[in-house]
């Protein structure tokens, strides 16, 4: 019963493709984000989305174009790929629990190849 | 702006000894969490322990414990009797408050610890 799971696991595409990442959590969590992951493993928000609504935008280029279907969801589309898109990308879910803690959770992470 | 700092990249360890790993922190935040991540070889993120900055005793849980030292800001994620699984990269993380009440977090570069047999 996996908790986020993303689709797929790996993707090796070539520069200028149009690509999408599909990400979906069985936890009932409000909130979920995208973080990217690069060669030197640092790890950076991208987005954020609470039940739907776009919330954080972290001077993302425009190619990159979240979209959230419902709560569960939050899909990842790249447009116009380029080299350094390269990299692995996680999505992430959590919630506001009694005490003011909100622990996310990740996905096993989409590696990301662009030739 | 938050900013975490780790400033040990990488650390081998004996096994069954135990091992601290740094973390020091900067925000302006009056209220914040405090988060420790475990990243194996296979490239998930675990979670592994959370500190609020309002909470008087450090966080345990199991092997791992957080010495939380509000007043030098520095949140070290100490396991004891460690074991071969612990080999992997470690991410310190502090969570911001947006406009809108939701948290992102702010990672630093991680520390990549190898136990030794």
């Known amino acids: 019963d996996t908790a986020v799971s993303q689709t797929p696991k790996y993707l090796v595409t070539q520069m200028g493709n149009d690509k999408s990442i599909k990400c979906e959590q069985n936890?009932?969590?409000?909130?979920m984000y995208w973080y990217k992951q690069d060669s030197k493993k640092f790890l950076k928000i991208m987005f954020s989305y609470n039940n739907k609504e776009l919330i954080i935008n972290e001077t993302v280029p425009n190619r990159f174009s979240p979209k959230s279907p419902d709560k569960a969801h939050l899909n990842l589309h790249i447009n116009s790929l380029e080299l350094g898109d390269s990299a692995v990308y996680f999505c992430a879910s959590s919630q506001l629990e009694r005490g003011g803690q909100e622990t996310q959770y990740f996905g096993p992470g989409t590696r990301l190849l662009v030739l | 702006a938050q900013k975490i700092t780790q400033t040990q990249p990488g650390m081998f360890v004996q096994e069954k000894e135990a091992v601290t790993l740094d973390c020091t922190y900067d925000?302006?935040?009056?209220?914040?969490?405090l988060f420790w991540y475990k990243q194996p070889s296979s490239g998930e993120m675990i979670f592994l322990i959370y500190?609020?900055?309002?909470?008087?005793q450090n966080a345990t849980e199991g092997r791992y414990s957080l010495n939380f030292q509000k007043a030098r800001k520095s949140a070290n994620l100490v396991i004891s009797a460690s074991q071969l699984g612990d080999s992997a990269m470690y991410f310190c993380a502090m969570s911001g408050i947006s406009n809108f009440g939701n948290e992102k977090l702010t990672f630093g570069t991680g520390t990549r610890l190898t136990i030794i047999p």
């Open positions: 925000t302006s935040d009056q209220s914040y969490g």
């Open positions: 500190q609020g900055s309002y909470d008087e």
């Open positions: 936890l009932g969590h409000d909130t």
